[in-house]
């Protein structure tokens, strides 16, 4: 698998939010969005075998173990390592765009779809069908929103699929661009069933910080 990082932080995201968490990131990505903050992932890494993988990790040491990218699914052997790490004992979950099927990878993988708004330039990726029957109640559905147009957008699909009683529903706004404050009016204003999802990651440490 070619790799760019593998390092132990807390998850910034998601419903785990806050958690020591160890991130396998994939190098790689078929999409282009504006607002992408892992470009440095698009190209270069390191070509290492499952075993070294999973030796990192095991030295690393944390129970939670995210996989992302880049689009982690571009990688012919990722449904391989999650189904190992799962077997050591691992809680495993992957981070994708949802542009690719995730029927290969193992059922007890949770699965954080991050559905492409129009303000990422890439919503014509999306997959429809994922979000008909592919989350479960312990997966999550994230929209990262640039703008109250992508908000309401967001609202449409999340009302659409009545994602709000069958997944975790999470909202997040695009780092430096769209105040959270904003953001939080509109879902209240909505009585919207979803969560705020801030990268506690770039408020503990720089924005721009790898590594953490």
Same mark, same amino acid.
């Given at each position: 698998?070619?790799?760019?990082?593998?390092?132990?932080?807390?998850?910034?995201?998601?419903?785990?939010?806050?958690?020591?968490?160890?991130?396998?990131?994939?190098?790689?990505?078929?999409?282009?969005?504006?607002?992408?903050?892992?470009?440095?992932?698009?190209?270069?890494?390191?070509?290492?075998?499952?075993?070294?993988?999973?030796?990192?990790?095991?030295?690393?040491?944390?129970?939670?173990?995210?996989? +992302?990218? %880049?689009?982690?699914?571009?990688? *012919?052997?990722? &449904?391989? @390592?999650?189904? /190992?790490? =799962?077997?050591? !004992?691992?809680?495993?979950?992957?981070?994708?765009?949802?542009?690719?099927?995730?029927?290969?990878?193992?059922?007890?993988?949770?699965?954080?779809?991050?559905?492409? +708004?129009? %303000?990422?330039?890439?919503?014509? *990726?999306?997959? &429809?069908? @994922?979000?008909? /029957?592919? =989350?479960?109640? !312990?997966?999550?559905?994230?929209?990262?929103?640039?703008?109250?147009?992508?908000?309401?957008?967001?609202?449409?699909?999340?009302?659409?699929?009545?994602?709000?009683?069958?997944?975790?529903?999470?909202?997040?706004?695009?780092?430096?661009?769209?105040?959270?404050?904003?953001?939080?009016?509109?879902?209240?204003?909505?009585?919207?069933?979803?969560?705020?999802?801030?990268?506690?990651?770039?408020?503990?440490?720089?924005?721009?910080?790898?590594?953490?």
């Amino acid at each position: 698998m070619r790799i760019t990082e593998i390092y132990t932080s807390i998850q910034g995201e998601t419903q785990y939010a806050g958690l020591p968490c160890t991130l396998v990131r994939t190098t790689g990505c078929d999409l282009r969005c504006g607002y992408c903050d892992s470009a440095f992932a698009f190209h270069g890494g390191t070509d290492m075998t499952l075993d070294q993988i999973m030796a990192e990790v095991g030295r690393l040491g944390a129970p939670l173990v995210l996989l +992302t990218g %880049g689009e982690p699914m571009l990688q *012919r052997d990722l &449904p391989a @390592l999650a189904a /190992r790490l =799962l077997g050591a !004992g691992y809680r495993v979950m992957i981070e994708t765009s949802g542009a690719h099927p995730l029927d290969a990878l193992p059922d007890d993988v949770v699965r954080v779809i991050d559905v492409k +708004t129009p %303000g990422s330039g890439e919503s014509h *990726r999306n997959r &429809p069908e @994922l979000l008909r /029957r592919g =989350l479960r109640p !312990g997966d999550a559905v994230k929209f990262v929103v640039v703008d109250e147009a992508d908000y309401r957008w967001a609202t449409e699909v999340i009302r659409e699929h009545e994602l709000g009683g069958r997944t975790e529903v999470l909202l997040s706004p695009v780092h430096g661009r769209l105040d959270p404050k904003e953001l939080v009016g509109w879902m209240l204003r909505d009585r919207l069933p979803a969560r705020l999802n801030l990268q506690l990651h770039k408020y503990i440490w720089d924005a721009e910080t790898r590594g953490v």
